[in-house]
């Protein structure tokens, strides 16, 4: 597979033609960068302001306001070179280049030869957004109301005949003006797209006599227009909303120690912010003071609180709950995690799934074919058929209104952009609609180990006085804590975290290279090592043998504190299992897909990790090409398979599965960029839920396909056979449009924990 891993994914070019009118909210980005849609010519508020890069060349195209007029720039512009990104702004009706200045120009000059004005914006300029049309296209649906009754109720005289038509053409020019000039245009320079079939449409009903049907058709269109691009709004603003829920403001703490108000995007790295509880973090950063809960869900999906203490991370947009915290910021404003998320699901909505690039194609074919049939019907209707002249016109027009690619377009980008903002409410970041559409093809899942299945981190799981040993539990353990205290290994690290003993003075304190610590505690001499130092020390009975033996088998790595005659306690260190590794697999497993483990480590701890975890194939002591190795043996035994992991050796095996998983709590940047799919809140469980939501995307997607073609085609024979009227067509298109839309955005609802029905 194509893999473009870096956090904020690259965006692919649309594919041409078959635009709709209609805003998709899924604007397809250049090869080198993406695109921010936050409004449609209708009803919208403030324009946008430029990307938060703050790169790139601003041009004020007035006449760019829906997906047709982006299709056809986007294409002007394709034979540039030089041309790193395009960001497209449809509500405020500009477009960033990210190109070289001569190269701008050149954009400028090559969008003005496809028919529409371009005018480079200074870098401080705004563009107000165009004011609401709410009213016109009310007032143009009253008109054309007012035409149909004039049609059906005044007598059919010379007056009245010139009356209605005038209220007709005042209902056009109000509610559809800009459609028809675009139209024409279109028509002018070649292109065949939505706004030259209604322009067709209208001009030709008005021509033949049918006046107020072209009024209510060009006024249905526009409402349907402004209808369907709210409703997109809010799956294209359900991610962006996100945002939000940082403050623009954060106390930040000055040289002289007292705290001041900034507005969080001037605060630099590595200044102190303090946040009281209630408060939602202003930036990202790590805790230098205090102890407090912290509210995650809006960046990881997790519904319970995280208690944080000094040196923990802390991520902008989340709510401290309990005690007051200082944080030192790690990250500026528009580099924050929950702004990273954003930028990235934007630049996923330009990664093409398979069935949108299938209905992109169609489209393309669909709309020149829609027209050739139409002439057709007008043509040849009068020979075959023995309609009139008029009738013939009539039936083609209603064809073209009907034949409206709308619904089918506007299906896919609604639905997989309504499931990215799912998945991101839940803590997944999936970096592209071909991943979350492939998703549900897989047959099989790898796992690390270290970080994915358990922690990551050594913990004391079991500690005993050895039979015999007469000294107190309370003594030994004071001893054992002073000693691994005084080393740095993280096994004793992990021995004195799990200890509750206050620790002793050590005198003499030696580290055993490859063996353990030794010293002196309360003037007597200890060792707290491994086996080897035992055996060597001449420590070693078969009563310990076997206790050592229960231990390993299980992937633990035992300590053992001893004095000069004999061994005193044993100490087992592990790295534990996840809480929700087991249930996560079982979820798996009634989805249909193989759990198997990959890890680096001995593989006695692999099989016991494994078996805890309930996965039934591991595999141990592997190399980063040893993992790869094994990824594509199960490729080619299963089929599509996955890769869980979150450490640097699991980088090349995260690129090469068919979808790569990174764990995003605690994994490296590396991990991350390499996967398609970052777990926020590193748990496993998000998966499973993955994968049912590929499959809940990819039955909407083909249910909104079959809902768009389903009712074109039944109203294509009804047109045919004369039972259709021009808007009648207009009516069933924007009835299509809103069901499909609605259909989509179900995907936002919370998703069920039941297994979805495989493929």
């Known amino acids: 597979m194509a893999h473009g891993h870096i956090p904020l994914h690259p965006a692919q070019p649309t594919a041409a033609g078959g635009c709709c009118g209609h805003a998709h909210g899924h604007h397809h980005g250049h090869p080198h960068g993406h695109d921010h849609d936050h409004g449609h010519a209708h009803d919208h508020g403030p324009a946008e302001p430029p990307p938060a890069s703050g790169r790139g060349t601003r041009l004020h195209v007035p006449q760019m306001d829906c997906a047709a007029e982006e299709a056809d720039i986007r294409r002007a512009l394709e034979p540039l070179a030089g041309i790193q990104a395009l960001h497209f702004h449809l509500g405020s009706r500009t477009l960033t280049v990210e190109a070289e200045p001569p190269v701008v120009q050149a954009a400028a000059e090559a969008i ?145 120690g007292r705290w001041l108000e900034q507005p969080a995007a001037q605060v630099p790295v590595g200044a102190v912010l303090r946040v009281r509880p209630g408060e939602r973090i202003a930036l990202d950063g790590s805790v230098v003071a205090g102890r407090s809960a912290v509210d995650q869900s809006a960046v990881t999906g997790e519904s319970l609180p995280v208690d944080k203490a000094e040196g923990d991370p802390l991520f902008a ?50 709309t020149p074919l829609v027209f050739a049939i139409a002439l057709a019907v007008a043509l040849l209707g009068p020979w075959l058929a023995g309609w ?38 839940r803590g997944i970041l999936i970096k592209g609609g071909s991943f979350l559409e492939e998703a549900r093809k897989l047959k099989a899942v790898a796992f690390d ?34 000693l691994a205290q005084a080393s740095s290994h993280p096994v004793s690290g992990a021995i004195a975290a799990g200890l509750k003993a206050t620790p002793a003075e050590v005198i003499g304190s030696q580290a055993l290279t490859g063996r353990g610590t030794a010293g002196q505690v309360d003037g007597r001499a200890y060792v707290l090592g491994n086996h080897r130092l035992m055996e060597e020390r001449g420590l070693c009975s078969p009563a310990l043998e076997a206790a050592l033996r229960e231990h390993e088998t299980a992937g633990r790595s035992v300590t053992l504190l001893a004095d000069e005659q004999r061994a005193l306690a044993l100490f087992a260190v592990a790295d534990t ?46 190399l980063p090409e040893d993992k790869l190795v094994q990824l594509k043996a199960l490729q080619q035994r299963h089929g599509p398979t996955a890769m869980a992991g979150d450490g640097i050796n699991d980088a090349p095996a995260l690129a090469t599965a068919d979808i790569g998983i990174a764990m995003g709590g605690a994994g490296t940047d590396i991990a991350a960029e390499a996967a398609d799919v970052v777990v926020m809140n590193d748990d496993l469980r998000r998966i499973a839920e993955t994968v049912r939501l590929s499959r809940r995307t990819h039955a909407v997607l083909w249910q909104n396909i079959t809902l768009a073609l389903g009712i074109k085609a039944a109203f294509l024979v009804a047109a045919v056979m004369g039972e259709a009227t021009m808007w009648m067509a207009v009516f069933a298109d924007m009835g299509a449009s809103l069901l499909v839309v609605g259909n989509g955005l179900r995907l936002l609802r919370p998703q069920s924990r039941r297994a979805a029905p495989r493929d």
Not at 340 to 359: C, H, K, L, N, S
């Open 577 to 622: 299992v996840k809480p929700h590794a087991a249930e996560a697999v079982a979820d798996l497993r009634a989805l249909g897909l193989q759990a198997v483990m990959l890890s680096g480590d001995n593989d006695a701890t692999v099989q016991a990790v494994a078996r805890e975890a309930g996965i039934g194939q591991a595999h141990g002591n592997l």
């Open 317 to 366: 947009g989340t709510v401290n709950q309990a005690g007051t915290l200082e944080l030192r910021v790690t990250k500026p404003h528009d580099q924050s995690t929950l702004a990273r998320i954003v930028q990235a699901v934007e630049q996923a909505q330009g990664a093409r799934a398979p069935t949108q690039r299938f209905v992109d194609r169609f489209a393309a074919v669909y």
């Open 388 to 425: 009139d002249w008029l009738q013939a016109v009539y039936k083609a027009l209603v064809l073209l209104v009907i034949a409206c690619p709308c619904a089918l377009v506007i299906s896919t980008p609604v639905t997989v952009v309504s499931g990215l903002a799912a998945a991101a409410r």
């Open 449 to 482: 180990k270290t970080g994915t299945i358990t922690h990551g981190k050594p913990v004391l799981v079991h500690w005993q006085v050895l039979e015999g040993v007469a000294m107190p539990a309370a003594e030994v353990e004071r001893i054992a804590a002073s």
């Open 112 to 256: 003005r030869r496809a028919g529409y004005s371009a005018t480079l914006l200074q870098a401080e300029a705004t563009v107000a957004a165009p004011p609401s049309q709410t009213p016109r296209l009310v007032a143009g649906l009253v008109l054309a109301l007012v035409a149909e009754l004039l049609n059906f109720l005044a007598p059919d005289t010379l007056p009245w005949q010139v009356a209605g038509m005038a209220v007709a053409a005042a209902a056009i020019g109000l509610a559809g003006l800009s459609t028809y000039a675009k139209g024409l245009q279109a028509l002018r320079h070649g292109r065949l797209n939505i706004n030259a079939l209604m322009a067709v449409a209208v001009t030709g009903a008005f021509v033949i006599g049918q006046w107020p049907e072209a009024a209510m058709v060009m006024a249905l269109y526009a409402l349907a227009e402004a209808i369907e691009a709210k409703a997109v709004d809010r799956s294209r603003q359900a991610v962006q909303g996100l945002l939000a829920l940082s403050p623009a403001v954060a106390q930040v703490r000055q040289p002289d």
